[in-house]
């Protein structure tokens, strides 16, 4: 997959939720993302990009994104600012200190950027796998600022890191991600819960008949081999999540993940995952949340 499709796919929000959900009907965790420190390594004056690492900067590729979100955890905060910086491989900040090695562009602001989330919420970037610094496990700096003003200053760490044990996970829970190995590199998701109110968006249209219960239909076709209608009700506006799942329960893609008005709404899936590659043929299932509303449908695709 190339670097420049995957920041397409991320910007539109589609990786919003974990890369393998603990259950597949499992409700979301609306714990705040909690605070850490600043560190010595930040300016204010880092460029708006999502590719923070030079092509040729030592060290494994990795891809973050995730979404920024209320204090419900559901509705999300457009426009926010999501800050980033890290260290080198071998964990060096390259632009503050001398380093051996890295920062092969003598770039004054390397492995460091700030992005502003989609409609969705969503953030994404591109870098490498931090290295060690300073005797603490591997990890991203992020400052937060939304369009409201809050500021909010966190770190994410990753799961399977020797130097973290049970007390390091009871002290930063929910903010250390798992990764997965893909085309290309690595991948996690980093989703990010502010402390801020939220109002949720979207106005029930009168034209539009409003169903008298939830539900999710039967996708036609069914079986397809280029790309299928999945239709769903909901009868009040509010929070939607939409999903593509395999048969094992693994999560393939977000259709959608967003607030959206009550009524009929349609969408088309063209059998592609979160990453943009095609998926194979067999067996899937589409799953339909919101508010106390889930359901499941089957849906074969054969190629």
């Known amino acids: 997959m190339k670097r420049r499709k995957f920041l397409k796919i991320s910007a539109l ?74 260290a080198d491989d071998v964990g060096c900040y390259t632009v503050f200190q001398e380093c051996d090695t890295g920062n092969p562009g003598e770039d004054p602001y390397n492995l460091t950027g700030q992005m502003l989330t989609n409609e969705n919420g969503g953030y994404s970037f591109e870098s490498i796998w931090p290295g060690y610094y300073g005797g603490r496990p591997k990890h991203f700096h992020y400052k937060i600022t939304t369009p409201a003003g809050l500021e909010h200053v966190t770190q994410c760490y990753f799961v399977g890191d020797p130097q973290i044990d049970e007390s390091w996970e009871e002290q930063h829970a929910g903010r250390i991600i798992p990764l997965e190995e893909g085309e290309g590199g690595l991948y996690g998701i980093f989703d990010i819960f502010m402390n801020e109110e939220g109002e949720q968006v979207g106005v029930d249209d009168p034209h539009t008949p409003i169903p008298s219960k939830a539900f999710l239909n039967n996708n036609y076709p069914n079986p397809f081999n280029n790309s299928t209608e999945i239709e769903f009700g909901i009868i009040r506006a509010g929070y939607v999540s939409l999903a593509i799942y395999d048969v094992s329960g693994k999560w393939v893609t977000n259709l959608l993940d967003k607030t959206v008005a009550s009524g009929t709404h349609l969408f088309t899936w063209g059998g592609i995952d979160a990453f943009g590659k095609s998926v194979p043929s067999g067996s899937y299932l589409v799953v339909l949340k919101s508010g106390g509303f889930t359901g499941s449908k089957k849906i074969m695709l054969l190629k």
Request: with cysteine; proline share 7%; net charge negative.
């Open 13 to 86: 929000g589609t990786l919003a939720t974990g890369i393998v959900p603990a259950t597949l009907l499992g409700s979301r965790d609306c714990d705040l993302t909690s605070a850490d420190i600043l560190g010595p390594f930040w300016d204010e004056n880092h460029p708006y990009r999502t590719l923070l690492a030079h092509a040729d900067e030592p060290g494994t590729r990795i891809f973050i994104s995730g979404t920024v979100t209320t204090n419900d955890c559901e509705i999300p905060i457009q426009d926010a600012i999501v800050d980033v910086w890290h």
